[in-house]
């Protein structure tokens, strides 16, 4: 991971002493949802910053690094649940401004878990439990796909979904934590041993 997030700025650098390069801090609300978790989205946070690289007037590839909180929720029966997975992301963006500010947006993201968490609850009774390194995939590959506004005065509006490409389960090492836990609601069967991240992202930010 380490070495991508240094190529990945050695690759801003080069460019920037090339072209027109823009710095742009942002942050955003994710609404996070798991595939085949039958759950619900849930909210949480993304935050960070980009490097836009202009290669043209109307064309610019933007690569970011972003911390996400990501997962799922889900209640039935007065038993919630939920999962708690953040990434640190990297897109690389590739930008089109289509009319004055407005842009369209797409590219391919790479996503490293950093820490995963799970809560149940039913009747009073709650378990929370952090001992999940092991039971999602600490690597994730996702398409972004958006569209944003760029204001005049530097402020930055953008709406996109992270499309997850990639399973993100460990069926065996998640079905034998949720035994060992005893999550109210939750067995073993309850999973196939695959699902994908979707994530709705709106941000706001700033374009120096």
Request: net charge positive.
């Amino acid at each position: 991971m380490k070495k991508i997030a240094l190529l990945l700025l050695l690759f801003v650098a080069f460019q920037a002493s090339a072209q027109e390069f823009h710095f742009i801090p942002k942050i955003g609300l994710n609404f996070a949802n798991m595939t085949n978790s039958g759950g619900s989205m849930k909210p949480g946070l993304n935050i960070g910053a980009s490097g836009e690289v202009m290669m043209t007037n109307n064309f610019a590839i933007e690569p970011g690094i972003f911390y996400s909180m990501q997962g799922t929720k889900g209640k039935e029966s007065g038993v919630s649940v939920k999962f708690k997975n953040d990434y640190l992301n990297i897109p690389v963006l590739f930008k089109g401004y289509v009319y004055e500010g407005f842009n369209l947006f797409a590219g391919p993201q790479l996503g490293f878990k950093v820490s995963s968490k799970l809560k149940g609850s039913e009747s009073g009774t709650s378990v929370s439990t952090d001992a999940l390194s092991d039971c999602f995939k600490t690597f994730d590959f996702a398409l972004v796909i958006g569209a944003g506004y760029q204001s005049p005065m530097g402020v930055m509006f953008s709406l996109n979904y992270n499309i997850g490409l990639t399973n993100t389960i460990d069926k065996d090492n998640l079905a034998a934590a949720i035994r060992n836990v005893g999550v109210p609601g939750i067995s073993a069967s309850d999973l196939d041993g695959k699902s994908r991240n979707g994530v709705l992202q709106f941000n706001i930010g700033w374009r120096f």
